[in-house]
């Protein structure tokens, strides 16, 4: 466990450390049990092996014998032990919650799960990366997966969503060529997990209804600080239909109670470098911890009858609909309460697919959802090696699942009976079909009329890209703004091609914002972009990260920086606070191991400057005691605080240790520099800067400052 909380005695009476005990003492012993625990080892076939560290030879010192089948089943076994990862989405990480529905629903559902407050639904979530591949770093520039499995009474429904409400593209018929364009270029296998570069830009610059999502992938959604902190969006309009049969066009929501939060560029590079596994660890522990991240699920409804009254096609998913026009209902709660035993037999073995739905949910003509309905069953065939992938634990329905579905790969099911076919009356026609509600709950697909030429072409009303590409932009703060400008210069900086640089600005750019297209192009040592008549938008508050701030500090970390003769009593002040804030408090010096209080008390410390550097952390407090602070010749002290404070983050320095400010020329005072003698005239301060997320007014300030904002 990473929550460092210091227990008193472990404190008083540690004057004398047993490293070896401190180490254990971060460890459950009893979670390393495993099911084998008491257990021969064995082959599998269950013989008893008596010597599982030599291989049989022909002498000591001879060859191996071909005879020796225990090392051969060890080997094969090993040889076959990865699976394909996953075309996209490779990179992810699971865990277990569950759900539990609010009061009335099912004035728009028949759905058990969603109306049926009695029932907790068991889940299963799987946050995910697009672009990389299974060992590729957390935080790339790139859309989040947040894929949800319900284990409902009705069957298993999977939300299949991301952390951004739109997607590239508008026809399934075009998932191939935008998933190839952004993946690593094919001749060289460069860049992993990136979208900087030429082939991502070409397809994007050809393809303007790529404008919208591309310009979420630009902003900080892309770079989110936590699982715990990311916003969730079904992305396409699914119908929800209640038991007399009254259909509603859906957006689903899901809104994090931790607040939406990300890292800055510079730092999100820099993790990806130090710890790759940084949003996967974080969410291990803050779970491992106790700290059960939250989200209410949300709807926004669209009557059958309204289908048409927007200046956007509802089934165009590289649209939105802004809340203003359709506030989001909660429907109910999520709640991730439990890490997963196994990574690969639960997190790399779940399968997701957007058609498995339960009786009260249903699907619109969106034409990329319509895709996705084949695409995901497809892929797990060839994934998880054949039909039979429900039978996998983590995919098993809850409630009874019968069928004349038979044998195939990897079949766990030993069926019995002569019967295999419907109808039958060697066993009475076993299993039967259920009729649909109100006398049975079998599934019923919603009652649509169809009346259509056999076509291929996208209709009219799919045809503006950049009014809500536009929307979007203006809806964003001026520190946001900021960001998106900025990862437009860094990400064409890295396109090699000029004209395809050019196209982005002149054909996209500018079509989306006069100031965002000028900025870029002057970055670029571009030609000023040609101006357009842009699109009337009413700025969307919800559009913005700024809308939904946490509503508490839970789990945020804070770095504290100690050396020897540290303030006994100050350090007490400040774990106590960081308990009862539910703050992760991790002790750092120029050295590893423990450090020394002014009582002699020891305190084991988490690592040094360079083994925990402030990029790990939401801010740092640098304690002082009887000795003053006293940076380190190589200088990774003044580092870790000037990096600190070129992340935005809140800066405390207690025990007048801000005399280190005065070495640090670049540090201006501000609403995060914190300075007192002691840290219960701080905390306040701290946690309202620190619910704050960022000093943002430090960023702004800095490139006013330095010309950048004209
Ligand atoms: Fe997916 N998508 N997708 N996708 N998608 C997959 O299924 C696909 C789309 C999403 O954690 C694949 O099991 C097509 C939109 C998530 O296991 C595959 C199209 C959205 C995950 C597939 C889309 C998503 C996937 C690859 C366009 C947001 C990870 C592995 C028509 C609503 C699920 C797999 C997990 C995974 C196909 C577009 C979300 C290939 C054809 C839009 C979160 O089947």
Not at 64 to 93: S, Y
Not at 247 to 253: A, C, L, T
Not at 333 to 345: C, E
Not at 542 to 549: D, G, K, N, T, V
Request: proline residues 6%; contains cysteine.
């Amino acid at each position: 466990m990473t929550n460092q909380h210091y227990s008193k005695s472990e404190l008083a009476g540690a004057d004398t450390p047993d490293k070896e005990n401190d180490n254990l003492k971060t460890f459950d012993l009893n979670s390393a049990r495993s099911d084998a625990t008491g257990h021969a080892l064995t082959t599998n076939q269950g013989l008893k092996i008596a010597d599982n560290q030599n291989t049989l030879r022909a002498g000591s010192r001879g060859s191996a014998l071909l005879e020796d089948f225990i090392m051969r089943e060890k080997i094969t076994h090993f040889d076959h032990e990865r699976i394909p990862e996953r075309i996209v989405h490779a990179r992810g990480f699971g865990a277990h919650g569950v759900f539990q529905a609010y009061e009335g629903n099912e004035r728009f559902t028949k759905a058990a799960f969603l109306t049926n407050t009695q029932i907790t639904t068991p889940m299963f979530v799987r946050f995910s990366t697009v672009q990389g591949s299974r060992g590729s770093p957390d935080i790339p520039r790139d859309v989040r997966g947040f894929a949800m499995k319900f284990y409902t009474t009705e069957g298993n429904y999977d939300l299949v969503g991301n952390n951004m409400p739109v997607f590239f593209i508008q026809d399934g018929i075009k998932f191939p060529d935008v998933v190839h364009a952004v993946k690593p270029e094919p001749h060289n296998d460069i860049p992993q997990a990136a979208s900087a570069h030429d082939t991502f830009w070409d397809f994007v610059s050809l393809t303007p209804e790529t404008a919208h999502h591309v310009i979420w992938l630009m902003s900080d959604r892309a770079i989110p600080r936590s699982f715990r902190g990311i916003q969730g969006f079904g992305v396409n309009t699914f119908r929800l239909i209640n038991a007399e049969g009254k259909s509603h066009f859906v957006k689903f929501h899901w809104t994090p109670m931790q607040g939406v939060f990300s890292v800055l560029w510079d730092e999100a590079q820099k993790i990806n470098g130090k710890d790759l596994d940084f949003n996967r660890r974080e969410l291990w522990d803050a779970i491992e911890s106790g700290l059960y991240p939250e989200w209410e699920l949300g709807v926004q409804l669209i009557p059958e009858e309204d289908e048409h009254k927007f200046d956007f096609d509802i089934l165009d998913a590289t649209k939105l609909i802004p809340e203003e026009l359709v506030p989001v209902t909660p429907i109910g709660k999520i709640t991730l309460n439990r890490n997963v035993d196994n990574f690969f037999a639960e997190t790399e073995q779940v399968a997701f697919c957007p058609a498995h739905v339960v009786p009260g949910i249903d699907f619109s003509n969106d034409p990329l959802l319509q895709a996705r309905l084949f695409s995901y069953t497809d892929t797990q065939l060839i994934r998880l090696g054949g039909p039979n992938f429900h039978q996998i634990p983590i995919n098993r329905a809850v409630c009874p699942f019968h069928n004349n579905q038979r044998d195939g790969y990897h079949q766990r099911i030993v069926h019995q009976g002569q019967a295999n076919y419907e109808p039958n009356s060697i066993d009475n026609n076993w299993p039967r079909e259920t009729p649909p509600a109100p006398s049975g709950g079998g599934f019923e697909s919603y009652y649509e009329r169809v009346d259509a030429h056999k076509v291929r072409e996208r209709s009219e009303s799919f045809n503006d890209h950049f009014s809500q590409a536009r929307l979007f932009y203006v809806s964003q703060t001026p520190h946001e703004q900021q960001h998106i400008k900025d990862a437009y210069v860094f990400e064409l900086t890295k396109v090699k091609r000029a004209y395809i640089r050019e196209r982005i600005v002149n054909e996209m750019l500018s079509y989306i914002d006069d100031d965002l297209a000028s900025y870029v192009a002057q970055k670029l040592s571009l030609p000023m972009p040609p101006k357009r008549e842009l699109a009337t938008v009413t700025p969307s508050k919800r559009l913005s990260q700024e809308a939904f701030p946490p509503l508490d500090i839970r789990a945020r970390r804070l770095a504290l920086l100690v050396q020897d003769g540290f303030s006994m009593q100050e350090f007490e002040t400040i774990q106590d606070w960081a308990i009862k804030e539910g703050v992760i408090l991790e002790c750092i010096s120029d050295h590893s191991g423990f450090v020394t209080s002014d009582t002699n008390a020891t305190l084991p410390l988490k690592g040094n400057y360079q083994s925990e550097p402030s990029i790990f952390y939401d801010a740092t407090v640098v304690l002082g005691g009887t000795k003053e602070v006293v940076p380190d010749q190589e200088g990774y002290l003044m580092h870790y605080i000037m990096e600190t404070y070129k992340h935005l983050k809140p800066l405390v320095f207690l025990n007048g240790n801000e005399r280190l400010i005065t070495t640090m020329p670049l540090i201006e005072p501000d609403e995060g520099v914190i300075t007192m003698p002691n840290f219960t005239a701080v905390q306040e301060q701290l946690k309202t800067a620190l619910l704050k997320h960022r000093v943002w007014d430090r960023e702004m300030q800095a490139k006013k400052d330095s010309g950048i904002i004209f």
